[in-house]
């Protein structure tokens, strides 16, 4: 069955720090990946995405991606965290028996951010 | 584009009471999405419409849920006879076949 992991529940780091958020799917076909982030009482915005060719894939805010498909994970990155940073991060990827549109989540890793 | 939109943002009910929700996708976009979101854990799958056609419906939309899409554009979503359990946030999305889902703010249900 198909399944997304985020290991981390927590994470902390003060601001300025690079920040790495670890994903792993379970997917039997080539998947489609999303990174997606969500504020207290805000929907999910689109962080980015993978689909195919270039396995880092670069995104909004500054964030950026890297697919290795020998080890089933997509991680995310950024180089420097800045406070409004702090939120939860939901990693995905698209199932669906006959497409893409099922997306299954993670639970999530919300982000803390010192000052 | 202003996004996608829903109404109500937040909703409280009795027990045993129906609601309805209703989303506003993107106008471009042909395919609608609900999710449901319990507290500390990712969005889960519920049903998803093409225009008007409604394609899929998890196994989590029980026979007490209804989804609808009449003119694939707006849709609504009804729970009839809440029960706590129902309570979480409902989510809604929009995209243009399969490229990437665009999410609404969602509407977070209360079941007293």
């Known amino acids: 069955a198909q399944s997304v992991t985020q290991p981390d529940i927590h994470i902390t780091v003060s601001e300025g720090a690079s920040l790495e958020l670890r994903c792993n799917y379970s997917y039997g076909a080539t998947p489609y990946l999303f990174w997606y982030v969500q504020s207290p009482g805000q929907g999910l915005q689109l962080l980015l995405k993978y689909f195919s060719g270039d396995t880092l894939v670069q995104g909004i805010k500054g964030f950026e991606a890297e697919f290795k498909r020998s080890q089933s994970s997509f991680t995310l990155r950024k180089p420097s965290v800045h406070w409004s940073d702090a939120a939860e991060y939901f990693c995905a990827v698209g199932a669906g028996t006959s497409g893409t549109y099922k997306y299954i989540f993670g639970t999530g890793t919300r982000l803390k951010v010192l000052a | 584009d202003t996004g996608v939109s829903q109404n109500p943002r937040h909703k409280i009910t009795k027990r045993g009471q129906n609601v309805t929700f209703r989303c506003d996708p993107i106008?471009?976009?042909?395919?609608l999405y609900w999710y449901r979101q319990t507290l500390g854990q990712g969005p889960e799958f519920l049903t998803y419409f093409q225009n008007e056609a409604q394609l899929e419906k998890s196994r989590l939309l029980s026979d007490r849920f209804s989804a609808e899409r009449p003119k694939g554009s707006f849709s609504t979503l009804e729970i009839q006879r809440t029960e706590q359990g129902d309570s979480a946030m409902y989510l809604c999305a929009s995209s243009w076949d399969n490229n990437e889902q665009f999410f609404g703010p969602g509407t977070r249900l209360t079941v007293l």
């Open positions: 106008s471009e976009h042909n395919r």
